[in-house]
């Protein structure tokens, strides 16, 4: 189960990780938080004579944009693949001090234990063994519901299988790992590089390439050089989210890209099976699991 807070993070955070256990025959579960009804339009393309934002307002853009997503996500999770996807049924807050922050049914005004029993109720009749969820250390990009996302995940990490925390909404379940996503460094770095080397230039900025590394705590390496087409099409199903033109996602292709960096990198953050033993590092999420159960779709 990975939780996301807006559609379009599960394309940009963990694709390739959800696509290569999905194809191994792993139930894929994606909880998404909110409608990203604020997002902006990001692909200028889509303003062309002919296009569906030609000759709109800024609150039609808005309304258009709210329409589409539900279908962006959809494509996308197709191209992942997930096989169940749970909204989570809150509005996107929009980022921090912006006016959609005050809104009653944002997800960052909602109630805390409220928005947690969603969460659990979830885990309850999914049942997953592994939950994938937002860093607590979120300082490069602090949108309020990215931050909820983390909080409410711990919170029902501990509360799914306490039989003490919202009886009525399901038998316990305790799931054995949770992880964190994060855009390793050293991945940063190493794009970077190589997009210097194909155009002479590259759109990471000094503001990026100056983000303090979290890479020390990276606990677990996927090989997932294969699954990359599912990154590349996941994030292109966004269509008004993400530039297709854009260097920044799309500067290095598939092939490309695998070989200057074929992983994605996790924080384990809680297991009940214990720390990870000094100086390993895992390269399966379900390290531990299987050996306890066997993992079916
Ligand atoms: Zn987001």
């Known amino acids: 189960m990975t939780i ?8 940009s955070k963990g694709a390739p990780t959800v696509a290569r256990y999905y194809e191994e025959g792993v139930r894929t579960v994606l909880v998404c938080c ?16 002919g296009q569906p934002f030609h000759g709109a307002t800024p609150e ?24 169940a996807l749970h909204m989570l049924g809150y509005r996107d807050s929009g980022m921090a001090g912006s006016e959609p922050n005050n809104h009653p049914e944002c997800f960052h005004m909602a109630d805390i234990d409220e928005a947690t029993g969603r969460l ?18 979120q300082a490069g990009y602090p949108h309020p519901d990215h931050l909820r996302v983390h909080d409410i995940s711990l919170l029902a990490f501990d509360r799914a299988g306490d ?29 970077h ?22 890479d020390h705590r990276i606990t677990t390496r996927l090989d997932i050089g294969r699954y990359l087409r599912a990154r590349t099409e996941s994030l292109l199903a966004h269509a008004t989210q993400i530039d297709p033109s854009s260097k920044w996602w799309f500067g290095l292709d598939d092939d490309e890209l695998a070989k200057v960096y074929p992983w994605e990198d996790w924080i384990l953050a809680a297991s009940v099976f214990g720390e990870i033993p000094e100086g390993m590092q895992e390269t399966d999420l379900f390290f531990g699991v299987r ?7």
């Open 4 to 11: 996301h807070a807006h559609p379009d993070d599960e394309a």
């Open 34 to 49: 909110t409608g990203g009804e604020e997002g902006d339009l990001q692909n200028p393309a889509l303003r062309e004579p």
């Open 60 to 83: 039609e853009e808005r309304e258009i944009i709210a329409r589409l997503r539900p279908d962006e996500l959809k494509k996308s999770i197709e191209a992942i693949g997930f096989s």
């Open 120 to 137: 659990v109720a979830l885990i309850r009749a999914e049942k997953p063994q592994v939950i994938l969820t937002y860093n607590d250390d």
């Open 163 to 191: 039989p003490a925390w919202y009886p009525e909404l399901g038998a316990p379940w305790q799931v054995s790992k949770m992880y964190y996503t994060l855009w390793a460094k050293e991945r940063v770095l190493a794009v």
């Open 193 to 214: 590089e190589a997009l210097l080397l194909k155009f002479g230039e590259s759109p990471f900025d000094e503001k990026w390439l100056a983000r303090p590394s979290q």
């Open 291 to 297: 050996e306890h159960v066997s993992v079916t779709s």
